[in-house]
């Protein structure tokens, strides 16, 4: 079964400054790996997405994420948070034909003046 | 913009009752879960459903089951409400062959159980 690491709970940047979350997995094959925000009192909305292809890949808002194989990472950045980025950051994984996601158990992201 | 709609925001149960929180979707999305997030442990998938009257378990269905009758709308069933399924609760919608592990979620219900 795949599985998702997310081994920052908790993460303060200060606006402006760069931004790097970190997600780790663990399956067999070519994963699918997805970056889903929360805001406060919100629903889950998708940043973006890996399925094959480019290892770089971008997403709204500004953000974009690489998968690295060989460290089995998709870790997410932004060159300079906004404060409106202050959320809950969740790291997931699909596989080919299965619908259902595995999610990590997210990383708070608190933005400092 | 698909919709997805929790019918509570907040709900306050007492142990024992029979709980239904329910999860209605505008855009004919073939598949619809059913997740609780608590702290610490994230999302975790309760049920999904990729048809009408179909239905998986996921990874923590005990104590939950699933309910559904019409293509748009997914009921999730407490059958003996106790204090440890005290969560949010996430319904989410996907699409099956436009955007695969696209998933819209609802804005939750955080359900209380005293």
């Known amino acids: 079964a795949q599985s998702v690491t997310q081994p920052d709970i908790h993460i303060t940047v200060s606006e402006g400054a760069s931004l790097e979350l970190r997600c780790n997995y663990s399956y067999g094959a070519t994963p699918y790996l997805f970056w889903y925000v929360q805001s406060p009192g919100q629903g889950l909305q998708l940043l973006l997405k890996?399925?094959?292809?480019?290892?770089l890949v971008q997403g709204i808002k500004g953000f974009e994420a690489e998968f690295k194989r060989s460290q089995s990472s998709f870790n997410l950045r932004k060159p300079s948070v906004h404060w409106s980025d202050a959320a809950e950051y969740f790291c997931a994984v699909g596989v080919v034909g299965n619908e259902k996601l595995t999610f990590g158990t997210g990383t708070r992201l608190t933005i400092i003046p | 913009d698909v919709k997805v709609t929790q019918s509570s925001r907040y709900l306050v149960k007492r142990t024992g009752e029979k709980v239904f929180l329910e999860c209605v979707q505008d855009m004919d999305h073939e598949n619809m879960f059913w997740y609780r997030q608590d702290p610490g442990l994230g999302l975790r998938l309760i049920y999904f459903?990729?048809?009408?009257?179909?239905?998986e378990k996921g990874d923590i269905p005990e104590g939950y089951s699933v309910s559904r009758e019409k293509k748009e709308r997914f009921s999730l069933i407490l059958e003996s409400a106790s204090t440890n399924q005290t969560s949010m609760y996430l319904c989410a919608s996907s699409s099956a062959t436009t955007a695969p592990g696209k998933l819209f979620f609802g804005s939750g219900t955080q359900l209380s159980v005293l």
């Open positions: 459903s990729y048809d009408v009257k179909m239905k």
């Open positions: 890996y399925f094959s292809g480019d290892t």
